[in-house]
């Protein structure tokens, strides 16, 4: 069984003060634990974590599709390298939505990760009026997809994260049997596009808290959770890292 990676994404939140707390308390808490520890912080942050963190991952929350040049106010893949950033995350559903990242532009912030050296966390997602018109695969597929084709060479190099939109910061989780059933469509399509697909993390997000971490992460292609809101209290995020090095075990 491959190590869970447990990936925590503060979103718009923080301070100095703040920060610093929950890092330290973190860093302390997953010392010894089975489980990988990612925390993707805003970027006027990155420094300050990457000097707290201990053995837990520094991830970013986006990177610009460009390598450098005149794009006032984007973060390019090279200076977050150079923070000691290992994880950014691409094509979040908030990205999509109120930045209108397309398939294709996801697809290119991806490219830039890879070719930096970063790790990209690509998420996928369908709408709650996607998900009752029977449209799930359709969606995530076609999200994947874009990623798959401009990447197929280093695609085994992603992470993968399902993040169903209606389940995003509302309190509703999809079922442990919806959630596995979406994993296992993202998996054969990743299988169909490289023979090391099984070296891809398979992340869920939405929603995954301290109550329901376990039975999510027990199922045979959830390799681990993108969390939100839980991310912001360490008890609550160190419950969700116990529960992922339990099946490490």
Known sequence: ??????????????????????????AAGVADAAAEVAVCVPAPYLAQVAALRGTVALGAQDLSAHESGAYTGEVSAGMLRDLGVHYVIVGHSERRQYHAESDELVARKAQRALAAGLVPIVCVGETLAQREAGETELVVKRQLAAVIHL????????????????????????????????????????????????????????????????????????DGGLIGGASLKAPDFLTIVAAASALAV
């Open 151 to 222: 990447n197929g060479h280093c695609i085994s190099e992603i992470v993968v994260a399902y993040e169903p939109v209606w389940a995003i910061g509302t309190g509703r989780t999809a079922t442990p049997e919806q959630a596995q059933a979406v994993h296992a469509v993202l998996r054969a399509q990743l299988q169909a596009a490289t023979p090391r697909a099984d070296r891809v993390k398979l992340l869920y997000g939405g929603s995954m808290n301290a109550a329901n971490a376990a039975e999510l992460l027990a199922q045979p292609d959830i």
């Open 1 to 26: 069984m491959k190590k869970k990676l447990i990936a925590g994404n503060w979103k718009m939140n923080g301070s100095l003060a703040a920060n610093d707390a929950l890092v330290r308390a973190v």
